[in-house]
């Protein structure tokens, strides 16, 4: 008797028709045979989907070229489809799921005519976890199959794990025909399902990643009382060998990789990678949140990745421990047959020349790119010296601390410490980051993003910060809530901290609050250090500029106290009234 996972299969078989379908078992042996099928038979448009690279620099690692105009997260084409545009919020694309099913029926008929459909079966998080999700992912992608082997747990246990139960989640995706107009990502929360046509793009075909991993969780979340979220985990080990753990939320552009990867600059910390991008974070019998990453990989930004901004990355991908390392959208060095990007030329010179990234002979001229600008790297998280050794630990790792990063010109100091839960629930409700040259926007707006989330929250936000705010009312000692920047400058617009591995004294002065060691200076919007309780040793900062990174600027605050208004009212009566009341205290306590 079919199982329910088969009957699934079948029933997307009958409506993509694809020639065969295959089913994955995760092992190194069939990764090889899947990279051989994407060397030699299956093309995206006129490459091969992978091409070898120079093993000896870069082991077991292979470019993935993809079609040019499917580079990068589609968020105008990516849907929420809840019951209601309400449950899905001012924050989501919404689409009624019926009506949402039926124009995707469409495009699935038939979109495996000619191709292999692979069934992934894989867990989020470590099979052993009680925090772990079984799912099944089915893809005519060759690419997304191997991709998928490094990000997360695949292995036929999994058909096991499910058995005959129909508790799993269930992901369908096609490259279709690449068509910009027929590319849909489209969540159905309450089913626990993804569909995805038209893009092989990572962050719209990795179904685990972004997909099911916040969008979908976060709605399990909300209903079964933890937290999925956008955020590093790691632990700071400390001289006398005490780890602490602690996660933090970075928007894009605001250091969140580099700092799950830190080489700390101050002599005996050190500190050990859990996460990069995702955060599960559950009750601990203790009534502590621990937190688990469920992916077991990393999918990075290879710009400006090198050994000055993050040698342990750079490490990691040229690494042998383990099998395959994938480079998308990056340029080629064709006389060492090696991938490049731009930012490598910090560790050595410019080649004479170079392939780029769409597989044309690159054109050295002033703004032009050889590797895409979202070009990136694929590879497994066992492969990075700063592992944890709690990486694999089933029950994760206790929080004590949890970050908010942004990138702020004027208004946040260089670390702040919320008052209590809800005023840091308050402080991460309103984050934002300014607008970078590298936007399509005006620079220095502020694009709000609370939480890191505002992309990737699967329901209503105005329920999803009431949801936070009803997780810290549960424990009587909550997590510390700081909110980071590393990007404050002075008048001429030059950034006053240094930032990358200097972070550590940040950090150092973190675990201080949180285990009681040093005091702070309450000021209107937080609590900062005393100036002694930091440690600047061996910095070239002047007082003038240690005084500037922790400026309480009343004229940015009039304007940040206006826009937050307005970003707090689209949620309309759903908003919870506790943030409107902190927000009427942040504005007496600044008398605005």
């Known amino acids: 008797m079919a199982t329910e996972v088969e009957k699934w299969v079948e029933e997307q078989a009958k409506l993509t028709k694809p020639d065969k379908i295959y089913w994955c078992n995760g092992s190194d042996e069939e990764a090889q045979e899947l990279l051989k099928i994407g060397m030699t038979t299956e093309k995206i448009g006129k490459h091969n989907t992978f091409y070898e690279l120079n093993h000896k620099l870069y082991p077991n690692a292979y470019l993935h070229r993809s079609h040019p105009s499917d580079v990068a997260r589609v968020e105008h084409l990516t849907f929420v489809n809840q019951p209601t545009k309400e449950i899905a919020g001012p924050n989501n694309n919404w689409m009624e799921p019926n009506q949402a099913k039926t124009m995707l029926h469409k495009l699935f008929d038939g979109c495996m005519k000619g191709r292999t459909m692979y069934v992934l079966p894989y867990t989020m998080g470590h099979p052993d976890s009680p925090f772990a999700k079984n799912c099944i992912q089915l893809t005519d992608s ?43 990502i489209m969540h159905f929360p309450q089913e626990s399902l993804v569909m995805s046509i038209g893009s092989g793009y990572g962050g719209n075909a990795l179904l685990g990643k972004k997909c099911f991993s916040l969008r979908i969780a976060s709605q399990l979340a909300l209903k079964e009382n933890w937290l999925a979220e956008h955020m590093i985990i790691a632990g700071i080990e400390e001289p006398d060998g005490n780890i602490t753990y602690i996660t933090g939320a970075f928007p894009s552009a605001c250091g969140k990789t580099n700092l799950a990867m830190m080489s700390p600059s101050l002599a005996n910390y050190k500190l050990w990678t859990i996460g990069d991008d995702i955060a599960w974070i559950n009750f601990g019998k203790d009534k502590k949140l621990y937190a688990i990453n469920p992916e077991s990989g990393f999918f990075g930004v290879a710009p400006d990745t090198s050994y000055k901004t993050n040698p342990n990355m750079m490490e990691t991908l040229k690494s042998d421990k383990f099998f395959p390392t994938l480079f998308t959208n990056t340029a080629l060095d064709p006389e060492t047959n090696t991938p490049w990007w731009e930012g490598m030329e910090r560790d050595n010179p410019i080649p004479k020349r170079l392939i780029d990234w769409q597989g044309n002979e690159f054109v050295f001229e002033k703004g032009r790119k050889a590797a895409h600008p979202n070009s990136r790297f694929t590879v497994s998280i066992y492969n990075a010296p700063t592992l944890s050794k709690e990486f694999d630990n089933p029950a994760g790792v206790p929080i004590s601390a949890i970050l908010f990063g942004s990138r702020r010109s004027r208004t ?111 000021t209107p919007i937080g609590l900062i250090p005393n100036q002694e309780d930091l440690d600047l040793s061996g910095l070239t900062l002047s007082q003038a500029e240690i005084d500037r990174l922790f400026k309480i600027d009343t004229t940015a605050w009039q304007r940040e106290i206006a826009e937050v208004k307005d970003f707090f009212e689209q949620f309309g009566d759903r908003l919870p009234e506790e943030l409107w009341k902190q927000y009427n205290s942040l504005k007496k306590r600044l008398g605005i």
């Open 142 to 184: 060759v690419y997304v199959a191997v991709s998928m082997k490094i990000m997360t747990r695949m292995s036929k246990t999994v058909l096991d794990k499910i058995g005959n139960s129909d508790n799993f989640v269930k992901g369908l995706h096609s490259i279709g025909e690449l068509d910009p107009k027929k590319r849909f």
């Open 412 to 522: 946040i100091p260089l670390v702040l410490e919320s008052f209590d839960w809800n005023h840091g629930v308050f402080c991460a409700a309103t984050m934002g980051s300014e607008t970078t040259a590298a936007a399509a926007l005006e620079v220095g707006v502020i694009r709000r993003d609370p939480f890191a989330m505002l992309p990737f929250c699967g329901y209503n936000m105005a329920d999803y910060f009431a949801h936070w705010l009803n997780i810290g009312s549960q424990m009587p000692n909550p997590p510390k809530i700081f909110m980071v920047n590393w990007f404050r400058v002075d008048e001429n617009g030059k950034f006053l901290w240094p930032g990358f591995r200097e972070n550590i004294r940040v950090i150092k002065w973190i675990l201080d609050r949180v285990h009681g060691r040093v005091g702070a200076k309450e």
